[in-house]
Structure formats: C-alpha cells, structure tokens
C-alpha cells in the first residue's frame, strides 16, 4: 500500500512508465489504483521508431502486472520521507 | 489461466446468439457494442461484428460467419488505449496490447504448416477495435478500465511472504556474525556447499542460522562469542 500512496501523491506529474515488453511511455500521471494499474494522459512512445505501435495513443490504461519500472521526477522523491515509510511499512505500524 | 487470444464459438442457443459465459464462476456481461471491426496485429479489418465486455474476458464475435470469433482475458490485456490520432492511424478505435505466449515465437515460424493461410491467433500481441460510432470509444474505453481493475493478478498475496531485514533494530548481536558468515559464504570463489570441497557446509550453515549454541562454536566467531557473552 506504500507505493500505492506514494504514487497518487505524483498524479499530475510528468512520468515514464517502462513495461517488461520494453515498451516505455512517458505521460502525465491521471491515476493509479491500488494494484498499481497506472492511467496516463498526453503519453508518446519513448523510442518511437523502435516501437511505432502507439502513435495514435494519447492517453492510455497500463496493467500494474505489466510495469518494470516507473521513472519519476527528481524533485518528486522526498527520500527521507520514503526511508521512514518504507520502515514504518516494514515493522507492520 | 489460458493466456493470450484464442478463437472462440461458444454460442448460446443453436450458434447465434451471445457468447456463453462462465457464470458459475461469477462472470458478468459489462457491455455490448454492435457494429465493431476487429483488426489483430498487422491482419486486414474484419466485419462486421459485436464485442461483449465481460467482468473477465472480451469477446469479438463475427456477425457473418459464426465459426469466427476472439477471446482474451483482461489477465493478458497488457495496455489499453483509445487511439484517435488519424494521421497514425486511420480509424478511431480502442487499442489494445496482448500479453501472448512466450518461448514459441522464434521455433514455430517455420514449422507451422498451416501459416499461410490460418493466423495462430495466439500469438497476437496487438488488437484494434473499431467501432462503427466512434462516440462510443469514450465508454469502451471507461469499461475497458473498470473490468481490468476487477481482475488483479491472482499470486500477487504472496508478496507478504518475504523475510528481509529491513532495519539496523532487527539486527540483534547474536544475528550479526551470521550475516557477515553469510557474505564471506556468498564469495564466488567459494560456492555454498563447495568451499573447501566439503559438501556439507550447506547443512552446517544452516543449523548455524537456526541454532545459536552451535554457532558460538564457530571457530572465526570464537573471539565475539567470548566478548558478547560475559
């Protein structure tokens, strides 16, 4: 539940959403849910001659199951905040 | 769970009708669209047809031929989107990517004999849906989101299962020699169970995890042994 929280706190933001097919797409952040499905508005194709499948897409439903890794903006990681959620998360509080 | 697209003829009644569904397991009909051309992958468009948004699954039956039809799971639907951008693509639809079977792709190409002619339909990794009023896409789309929602990742409660130490409170005095025991294990000159040609060490190590009086007798924690216990 840490990630889900954490990630409805960057809705709004610029993100880049890289899944295990190698697909990236980067996109505004419209919502996550709790199973870490992710929404994302004005996406494009991160390497777009390499994968020329969603060109027409503009917004877009992401399976939480099918997310390697979410790229966020730098300044919308507050670390220390994370270090002590991550903890709290850890000890069950 | 059947992964990826299949073909699908499963009518109600004598072929025509709606497909059946899995009720007893609680599976709904979300939605009904007439009017819809399915394309998979690079294929030609086909039409026309109906699509059923099921709490489970989506089905595209040809309304021509009744033999026609496609399946897939919302555990396979990778990535929806609603694809409007002309310029790209010529007609507005629903676009869908398929999570297909893995491991066959490369081996199958040459050997399948029926290639030609018969698409193996599972092995479609992309899916459009168009339908014959674009105003529609809107609400496809919504529902498209709401059923994927209801089909989450049936293993993921194992999750919890994990046993890490995640803060310097858990690592007592009496764990920290097994730790640095671990490291100096995890060595690639000295594989578990090999160092020193003695295929016993696995076992010892792991009696030393469990058992903390035969641990105090390791001969390299002999010196911490003596400090921490006096």
């Known amino acids: 539940m840490l990630f889900f929280s954490y990630f409805k706190d960057l809705v709004g933001r610029e993100v880049t959403v890289e899944l295990k097919n190698d697909l990236a797409i980067r996109g505004t952040l419209h919502s996550v849910d709790q199973y870490l499905n992710i929404k994302l508005e004005n996406t494009r194709v991160v390497d777009q001659d390499k994968y020329p499948h969603m060109l027409s897409v503009r917004n877009c439903f992401i399976r939480g199951s099918v997310v390697r890794y979410v790229q966020l903006p730098a300044d919308g990681v507050d670390t220390d905040l994370l270090h002590d959620a991550t903890r709290r998360e850890a000890r069950g509080g | 769970m059947v992964v990826g697209l299949r073909n699908f003829s499963d009518r109600i009644g004598d072929g025509s009708g709606e ?34 948004i099921s709490t489970k699954r989506v089905i595209w039956l040809s309304d021509v031929d009744k033999e026609i039809g496609y399946v897939v799971g919302f555990l396979s639907i990778s990535l929806h989107a609603i694809s409007r951008d002309l310029d790209s693509y010529p007609s507005p639809c629903i676009y ?97 169970g090999y160092s020193n ?21 390791a001969e390299e924690m002999e010196r911490e042994a003596q400090s921490g216990h006096q």
């Not at chain 2, 051309?37 to 699509?51: F, K, R």
């Not at chain 2, 040609?197 to 995890?209: A, F």
């Open chain 2, 19 to 52: 497909p059946v569904l899995d009720t007893e397991n609680g599976e709904e009909m979300m939605r009904v669209q007439t009017g819809v051309t399915i394309v998979l992958g690079n294929g030609t468009p086909q039409s026309p047809g109906t699509l059923y």
């Open chain 2, 96 to 192: 869908a990517q398929i999570e297909a079977e893995v491991g066959e792709d490369d081996d199958s190409e040459g050997s399948g004999s029926e290639a030609n002619d018969t698409i193996d339909v599972s092995k479609i990794t992309e899916m459009r849906l168009i339908p014959s009023d674009p105003s529609q896409l809107d609400s496809l789309f919504d529902v498209f989101c709401e059923c994927a929602e209801l089909n989450p990742e049936p293993n993921e409660v194992h999750e919890e299962e994990h046993n890490w130490i995640f803060s310097a409170d858990q690592l007592d005095e009496s764990m920290m020699p097994e730790v640095r025991d671990f490291e100096w294990q995890e060595d690639p000159g000295n594989p578990i």
């Open chain 2, 197 to 217: 040609g003695n295929h016993d060490v696995v076992d010892s190590i792991l009696e030393l995890q469990i058992d903390d009086q035969r641990f105090d007798d």
